[in-house]
Each structure stands twice: as structure tokens, then as C-alpha cells.
T-cell receptor, first 115, second 112 residues
């Protein structure tokens, strides 16, 4: 158990709908990262928040948005869903290791199925 | 459980043998590298990391080797066990793990 929690575990919805995925980072971690993992794309970085502010942006569609709240939990909002959005969505939070480098600890993921 | 990357490269080894998983990274400026293990239905799990000022780092049963000349990273697992069956990802970062770029992954299967 990494200490990162994500809800829901599974989500099934229809095209055109909007969903919200939730993530709670490890205690004390200020950074939250969102990734999409599909069968043909591997792990794709979407966006990072640090202490409530957007820090880095990856391959995130305009239909997707995220935010990090004062209690440091984060939500990923996916709208106008398409079949191709079906994937695993992971949240990770970062901690500083003894090596002096940050690493990212991943949650269990949310499986999104768009029908 | 979930199937990730049905078309991933696959490495099959005998239980008890050593495994070597290879990764070619893309950015010569990357200064931080991580190996993750992902079991079916779970999120990626941190295994070991290495900074670019090192060429070797050892953990418990695992060793990571970094060859910056050819932009190559490898993960060696000693005395492979059934629980090592998973997809293994390498990731590279610049300035730490702020923005990791993941490799495609390799599926490791253990033969009894």
C-alpha cells in the first residue's frame, strides 16, 4: 500500500458525460500527479499540482481539467467523454528519498470505461 | 485483474534465475531514473532509482545499471521469484521526478 488513495476504483459511463476522479496523496506530500494508462499508449503524464497550484502540464486534453484543494486532495475532471478516454487513471504523490531525489508513489488507479 | 499493455515485450525466465530488463531512454539531459513494477490490477510500485552521477545502485535483490554513453538503463533481479511476475517500467526525469517520462514497459513472466 503506497498511501495514495483513489476513488472510485471503477467507473462506467456513456459518451458525452462528465466524471470526476478523486485522489488523496500520502500524508505530508504536497505534489500530486495525474497519469492516463491505456493499452496502446502506456503511462502518459497529464498534469502536476504542487500545494494547490498547477506546476507542470503534459498531454492533457482541453476536455480534461484538474485541481488541488487546500487539504491537498486532488480531483481530475473529464468531460465530453469519448470512447477513447477509456483507460486507467492513476494519481501519484511525491516524496523526497534518501538519495535526495523525489520519486512518485502511485495510487491503485481508477478504471474508466466509456460506453 | 487488469491487463496492461497486451503487446508489450515479454521476458520469460526460470524461477531462481537472474532477470535482466533493459530500457533505452530518450533524453540525454535526463538526470534521474526510476524503475517501477506494476502487477495486474495495481498501480506502479517504486523499486529503485538512480541519479545520473552514478552508474550502479543496488537494492534488495535488485541492481540498476546506467550507461549514459548509450542512454541505456537496466534492472537486474537476482533469484527471480513467482512474485516478480509483473510489468516493469523505466522512467526518466529532468531535475528529479517532477515530470517523468515512462518507457513502454516489459512484461516479466516466471516459469516454474
Amino acid at each position: 500500500d503506497s498511501g495514495v488513495t483513489q476513488t472510485p476504483k471503477h467507473l462506467i459511463t456513456a459518451t458525452g458525460q462528465r466524471v470526476t476522479l478523486r485522489c488523496s496523496p500520502r500524508s505530508g506530500d504536497l505534489s500530486v500527479y495525474w497519469y492516463q494508462q491505456s493499452l496502446d499508449q502506456g503511462l502518459q503524464f497529464l498534469i502536476q499540482y504542487y500545494n494547490g497550484e498547477e506546476r507542470a502540464k503534459g498531454n492533457i486534453l482541453e476536455r480534461f481539467s484538474a485541481q488541488q484543494f487546500p487539504d491537498l486532495h486532488s480531483e481530475l475532471n473529464l468531460s465530453s467523454l469519448e470512447l477513447g478516454d477509456s483507460a486507467l487513471y492513476f494519481c501519484a504523490s511525491s516524496a523526497r528519498l534518501a538519495s535526495g531525489a523525489d520519486t512518485q508513489y502511485f495510487g491503485p488507479g481508477t478504471r474508466l470505461t466509456v460506453l | 485483474g487488469e491487463s496492461v499493455g497486451l503487446h508489450l515485450p515479454t521476458l520469460s525466465v526460470q524461477e531462481g534465475d537472474n532477470s535482466i530488463i533493459n530500457c533505452a531512454y530518450s533524453n540525454s539531459a535526463s538526470d534521474y531514473f526510476i524503475w517501477y513494477k506494476q502487477e495486474s490490477g495495481k498501480g506502479p510500485q517504486f523499486i529503485i532509482d538512480i541519479r545520473s552521477n552514478m552508474d550502479k545502485r543496488q537494492g534488495q535483490r535488485v541492481t540498476v545499471l546506467l550507461n549514459k554513453t548509450v542512454k541505456h538503463l537496466s534492472l537486474q533481479i537476482a533469484a527471480t521469484q513467482p512474485g516478480d511476475s509483473a510489468v516493469y517500467f523505466c522512467a526518466e526525469g529532468l531535475g528529479g521526478a517532477q515530470k517523468l517520462v515512462f518507457g513502454q514497459g516489459t512484461r516479466l513472466t516466471i516459469n516454474p
